[in-house]
């Protein structure tokens, strides 16, 4: 029993193997010169198979101890097609990994799975982007079946020709080689993924991991703590957390029920508040802006309206994902660990937003977006915060595009340009909250209405990044021609950046987006200090010109309370920016102080990070805003 056990392990580990040597080769560039053991991958990515495969023997051991001879034939026939899909279901992800590393630069994790909920979209994307890989992978599948089926038919029959009792009887020592497996540790704490983190390379560290295992990993993490265990990134009494927090962030809060709220006067009062619009933008990075740094000649309409607005030239990120960018931009929230805000349990109601906010002074409040809301429970959670209604694609009549993820970006301006004509001509203030969708894969638009950009797909990034900016450049043409210009305040700002690459255990450059604030007697302005997407909200409530009284985790860059520092969580780590120190906490790891050195043009892909001295006090707010952000959203103290 042992022999055909070990065999299945031996399989199991040399199919990971294979992964992670292609991986190894295929990335080798981005990691040859980086100083690191890197050929220590291969130690460390041994004790990450060594857990997988330990785990998915487990189920054969048990069967093969205790199951009575005469019921040989359906034991036999149970593992045959129990290990038959565990096979295909490793070959599946080892080849899935590698586009999935190409989009994401990490190990398939939490998104993977999560994405399998909206089967339309992800489909549209995987035929449109993927279909050699697909037939690849499912020829490999057939190819294992054939032999398996061939030469592994009655494979465990033999076992039970042992007898029962000494069957039995091997089951605790065998087990135990395999407890001893999944923990792959003598200390007082299994291993887990964390180990595979040995290096400041984060390549290095990708491949070490177990695409498997990661993916289990996450999907037990945010099952069971809904969005990760916060003690593996450290411990810190929630006073100190809280007190640390308030201190960077320049935050002076005595309110009991929502532990950041406090009133912010306006610089701009007014008897006549303005309307705001916020145009959020799907993966709209700063590469891709000139007026923000970036490549010249992709975003004309942008850069043309930068010059009559405030432009933010250092603005980051909260995160990588929409909803990360949406809570940012919605209700000034940093990014909480694990799961985003917009799907979790206990930020589905009572959670401050702009709606909560501005409901008190009569406005009215919507989101408008050229998708199904349902997707990442955007309709449930800006529903249950306060919006007083939602716009999405069902509502959009005789839309000149679809795509995949929804009506064009073109067809979303029009559609809100005549809501917002509807309101003004009430007298009806009213909040909006946009979000653009055609700059996503498979990149479907309606490429005649732009100038395509030479020597690039048609279907790329980049040309949706144009025609997105076209939409752009058509709404406040449309806006401009209507009295209700004079009267908002418009912020355009991305959710993120398009995709987060680079070598740096957390890429800060690729965190970089951009953003401006204009409209109807906003002076121009070029802001090029640190800013986050919290700050750039509470900016534009500010020039709405009410006193508003708000938890919004940052300030308007006219308050001399503004902070230089922004907060990124990326994965599992976090990475906390202050001036030119960037410090990164990560579960299970001692946080590191790194220095950081702007790209000189968007161009530059180079390491950006360099390791430094321990700045503990740094390090010590860092994990603070983990503790805190973590203990806010679970005692539902953000309202």
């Known amino acids: 029993m042992l022999k055909k056990l070990f065999k299945y392990y031996l399989l199991l580990i040399t199919i990971f193997f294979i992964g992670r040597l292609f991986l190894f080769v295929l990335y080798f560039d981005n990691f040859k010169n980086s100083g690191v053991d890197y050929w220590l991958t291969f130690i460390y990515g041994l004790r990450m198979d060594t857990i997988t495969a330990s785990i998915l023997l487990v189920i054969p051991l048990t069967i093969l101890s205790f199951t009575p001879v005469k019921f040989k034939d359906i034991a036999n026939g149970f593992l045959k097609y129990y290990l038959l899909v565990i096979f295909s279901l490793v070959i599946y992800i080892e080849n899935a990994t590698f586009p999935f590393v190409a989009q994401y630069d990490v ?10 909920i909206y089967p339309k979209e992800v489909f549209a994307m995987i035929f449109a982007d993927y279909k050699a890989e697909l037939l690849i992978t499912f020829m490999m599948i057939g190819v294992f079946i054939y032999f398996y089926q061939k030469h592994a038919k009655d494979d465990f029959l033999n076992v039970f020709e042992t007898h029962y009792i000494k069957r039995a009887a091997m089951f605790l020592p065998i087990l135990a080689l395999l407890f001893m497996g999944v923990r792959s540790s ?4 299994g291993a887990n ?9 984060r390549m290095v560290n990708e491949i070490t991991k177990n695409s498997l295992h990661s993916i289990g990993y996450a999907i ?3 099952a069971v703590h809904e969005g990760g265990e916060v003690k593996q990134y450290g411990k810190m009494d929630i006073k100190e957390a809280l007190a640390r927090v308030k201190k960077r962030l320049s935050i002076e809060s005595d309110d009991k029920k929502s532990i950041f709220s406090r009133i912010e006067k306006s610089h701009f009062k007014s008897d006549k508040p303005k309307n705001l619009v916020i145009f959020v933008q799907e993966s709209f990075g ?3 802006v000139h007026a923000a740094g970036g490549e010249d000649g992709i975003t004309p309409n942008f850069n043309r309206l930068s010059k009559e607005a405030i432009l933010f030239k250092d603005l980051y990120s909260n995160g990588t994902r929409s909803v990360r960018g949406l809570a940012a931009v919605s209700a000034g929230n940093l990014a909480v660990p694990g799961v985003g805000v917009v799907k979790r349990n206990k930020s589905q109601k009572d959670f401050f937003t702009i709606a909560s906010a501005l409901k008190p002074f009569g406005y009215h409040t919507s989101f408008i977006y050229g998708g199904e809301s349902r997707f990442d429970n955007m309709r449930g959670w800006y529903s249950g915060n306060g919006f007083d209604e939602i716009i999405d694609q069902p509502k959009f009549e005789n839309p000149t595009f679809v795509a995949p993820w929804g009506v064009c970006d073109e067809d979303l301006v029009v559609k809100a340009n005549e809501e917002f004509k509807k309101l003004h001509a009430k007298g009806q203030k009213f909040a909006t909250i946009m979000f653009s969708q055609s700059n996503h894969s498979p990149f479907e638009f309606p490429c005649e209405k732009i100038e395509l950009l030479k020597d690039v797909p048609q279907n790329s990034v980049k040309n949706a990044v144009k025609y ?7 709404f406040f043409e449309l806006a401009k021609k209507e009295s209700y210009y004079k009267d908002t305040v418009f912020v355009v700002i991305a959710d993120h950046n398009v995709r987060v690459y680079g070598d740096d255990m957390v890429p800060v450059n690729m965190f970089h987006i951009p953003g401006i604030i204009l409209g109807g007697g906003i002076q121009p302005m070029i802001y090029d200090k640190i800013a986050s997407q919290p700050d750039v909200l509470a900016t534009a409530l500010d020039l709405i010109g009410i006193d508003l009284k708000y938890p919004i985790m940052g300030h308007s860059i006219f308050s001399d309370k503004k902070q230089n520092i922004s907060l990124m969580q990326f994965h599992s780590s976090y990475a906390l920016r202050a001036d030119d120190k960037v410090v990164i906490v990560r579960p299970g790891q001692k946080p590191l102080t790194f220095l950081y050195k702007d790209p000189k043009t968007y161009l530059d892909k180079s390491n950006h990070l360099t390791l430094s001295d321990h700045d503990e006090k740094l390090e010590k707010d860092a994990l603070a805003f983990v503790v805190a952000l973590d203990y806010m959203y679970n005692k539902k103290l953000y309202r």
């Open 220 to 222: 037990y993490s945010n």
């Open 193 to 201: 993924i964390s180990d595979a983190m040995f290096s400041t390379n």
């Open 286 to 288: 700063y590469q891709f």
């Open 468 to 474: 997105a900016d076209h939409a752009i450049g058509r």
């Open 186 to 189: 003598f200390g007082h704490r």
């Open 107 to 116: 190990r398939p994790n939490y998104l993977f799975v999560e994405y399998l």
